[in-house]
């Protein structure tokens, strides 16, 4: 089943993917008015995008547009442009995941409400395998509990990965798969904590207990084990000429049959869906979207997790690649707002967001991935991830907001 705003796009005739096709910049499409994103980066003079956009498969280039034309008060026409789609290849893609389990957490929440358990709740994981974590303390809070409300704003605001592993342990593979079959996602994968666990110890989830305010138990959830073990629908999904383990270079390229899948053109129509419709296609309410909206847009200082005031290791552009590039002494130009999901492993960077200005009006979705591993080998450390990889979408992301301005 298609989820509900993209089928009214649709019957609208407002949802039409282009393909602009093109091996290196001097071949990509320069007549056709429709090829506005090939036009957009073949005439930009950055050195790191005519590199990038002249050697897209070696880079595993991939770039999702979606201009917003808002044509009256209650009719919106979206255009999605897809520059280098990579549809049935594996990219990597390492955090974007928080952005659909923030959404499931969410969804999942509502089961409990007969039990008086919010996303406010003191939330308490305990160890029952040899993989998982305790936790019952999380200073962060100001009650120094944790809650899955805390861990969806660490995820939103600087993509943490222990808050990640919490919400994972709570959803279950199980439950993940179920509600991503229902918003129809078949391609989507999400089975694997961020800490190293075996392909069976992911599939155990934690014992967790459920808290109010005074300390009394609203509910618990003992330990159990997925009933499935699933697999990457993309089979082995080999990436690299080579890997290192402990120190040690391995020849055969590295296998993710068992890591998490998300294509990009995937994620980017989830942004699309909990940015322009009502609720999501995972059945959360307005109020979760708005709070999910809320800290996606927030630098790290403005929140009020006060760890994340400094500026020095929580620089403003912390997870703002597009535009800005992670780069910490990056100027913040107060008219922009970005609200974005970011990632970056085993070589491959990538950033989704919805961008406005203020000040022109201007609003789009962005999407890029890119893998920068010159070298072919996987975790080695040796990524071009801060001249490449970055530099790419800090441009990618002004060439697209300069664009926009200029239609208005």
Same mark, same amino acid.
């Given at each position: 089943?298609?989820?509900?705003?993209?089928?009214?796009?649709?019957?609208?005739?407002?949802?039409?993917?282009?393909?602009?096709?093109?091996?290196?910049?001097?071949?990509?499409?320069?007549?056709?008015?429709?090829?506005?994103?090939?036009?957009?980066?073949? %005439?930009?003079?950055?050195?790191?995008?005519?590199?990038?956009?002249?050697?897209?498969?070696?880079?595993?280039?991939?770039?999702?547009?979606?201009?917003?034309?808002?044509?009256?008060?209650?009719?919106?026409?979206?255009?999605?442009?897809?520059?280098?789609?990579?549809?049935?290849?594996?990219?990597?893609?390492?955090?974007?995941?928080?952005? *659909?389990?923030?959404?499931?957490?969410?969804?999942?929440?509502?089961?409990?409400?007969?039990?008086?358990?919010?996303?406010?709740?003191?939330?308490?994981?305990?160890?029952?395998?040899?993989?998982?974590?305790?936790?019952?303390?999380?200073?962060?809070?100001?009650?120094?509990?944790?809650?899955?409300?805390?861990?969806?704003?660490?995820?939103?605001?600087?993509?943490?990965?222990?808050?990640?592993?919490?919400?994972?342990?709570?959803?279950?593979?199980?439950?993940? =798969?179920?509600?991503?079959?229902?918003?129809?996602?078949?391609? #989507?994968?999400?089975?694997?904590?961020?800490?190293?666990?075996?392909?069976?110890?992911?599939?155990?989830?934690?014992?967790?207990?459920?808290?109010?305010?005074?300390?009394?138990?609203?509910?618990?959830?003992?330990?159990?084990?997925?009933? #499935?073990?699933?697999?990457? *629908?993309?089979?082995?999904?080999?990436?690299?000429?080579?890997?290192?383990?402990?120190?040690?270079?391995?020849?055969? *390229?590295?296998?993710?049959?068992?890591?998490?899948?998300?294509?990009?053109?995937?994620? %980017?129509?989830?942004?699309?869906?909990?940015?322009?419709?009502?609720?999501?296609?995972?059945?959360?309410?307005?109020?979760?979207?708005?709070?999910?909206?809320?800290?996606?847009?927030?630098?790290?200082?403005? =929140?009020?997790?006060?760890?994340? %005031?400094?500026?020095?290791?929580?620089?403003?552009?912390?997870?703002?690649?597009?535009?800005?590039?992670?780069?910490?002494?990056?100027?913040?130009?107060?008219?922009?707002?970005?609200?974005?999901?970011?990632?970056?492993?085993?070589? %491959?960077? =990538?950033?989704?967001?919805?961008?406005?200005?203020?000040?022109?009006?201007?609003?789009?979705?962005?999407?890029?991935?890119?893998?920068?591993?010159?070298?072919?080998?996987?975790?080695?450390?040796?990524?071009?991830?801060?001249?490449?990889?970055?530099?790419?979408?800090?441009?990618?992301?002004?060439?697209?907001?300069?664009?926009?301005?200029?239609?208005?």
């Amino acid at each position: 089943m298609m989820n509900t705003f993209i089928r009214l796009l649709i019957v609208t005739g407002a949802f039409m993917p282009l393909f602009c096709w093109g091996q290196a910049a001097q071949d990509l499409p320069k007549d056709d008015d429709n090829n506005l994103l090939c036009k957009l980066l073949e %005439h930009d003079h950055s050195p790191v995008i005519q590199k990038v956009i002249n050697n897209p498969g070696k880079y595993r280039l991939q770039i999702n547009y979606t201009p917003i034309d808002r044509l009256t008060r209650t009719h919106t026409k979206l255009n999605t442009l897809r520059l280098f789609p990579q549809d049935g290849a594996f990219a990597y893609p390492a955090s974007m995941v928080k952005l *659909p389990v923030c959404m499931m957490t969410l969804s999942k929440l509502h089961s409990l409400a007969k039990y008086k358990v919010d996303k406010n709740s003191r939330m308490i994981s305990d160890a029952a395998k040899g993989c998982q974590i305790c936790q019952e303390r999380d200073y962060n809070s100001p009650d120094s509990f944790p809650s899955l409300s805390l861990y969806i704003r660490k995820m939103l605001l600087v993509s943490d990965n222990v808050a990640y592993n919490r919400a994972y342990e709570f959803l279950g593979p199980d439950d993940i =798969s179920s509600m991503l079959r229902k918003a129809d996602y078949p391609d #989507v994968r999400i089975m694997q904590r961020f800490y190293t666990c075996d392909t069976l110890q992911n599939r155990q989830m934690n014992p967790i207990t459920f808290l109010n305010s005074k300390g009394e138990q609203l509910y618990f959830r003992d330990s159990f084990t997925s009933s #499935v073990q699933l697999r990457n *629908p993309l089979g082995k999904s080999e990436v690299g000429s080579g890997f290192m383990n402990a120190k040690k270079q391995f020849k055969p *390229p590295l296998s993710f049959e068992f890591s998490n899948n998300l294509p990009l053109i995937d994620v %980017h129509n989830m942004l699309i869906n909990l940015v322009m419709g009502k609720g999501s296609q995972f059945g959360i309410s307005e109020s979760d979207r708005d709070f999910m909206l809320k800290y996606m847009a927030m630098y790290p200082g403005e =929140s009020e997790i006060q760890a994340y %005031h400094n500026r020095q290791t929580y620089f403003p552009a912390y997870k703002k690649y597009l535009i800005y590039g992670r780069d910490s002494k990056a100027k913040i130009d107060s008219n922009v707002r970005i609200y974005n999901i970011v990632g970056w492993g085993y070589g %491959h960077v =990538s950033d989704c967001a919805y961008i406005t200005d203020k000040k022109s009006g201007a609003e789009f979705f962005l999407s890029a991935q890119l893998y920068c591993n010159e070298d072919g080998i996987l975790n080695d450390d040796k990524y071009e991830y801060a001249t490449i990889g970055f530099p790419f979408l800090k441009r990618l992301g002004e060439i697209i907001l300069d664009y926009e301005r200029s239609k208005r």
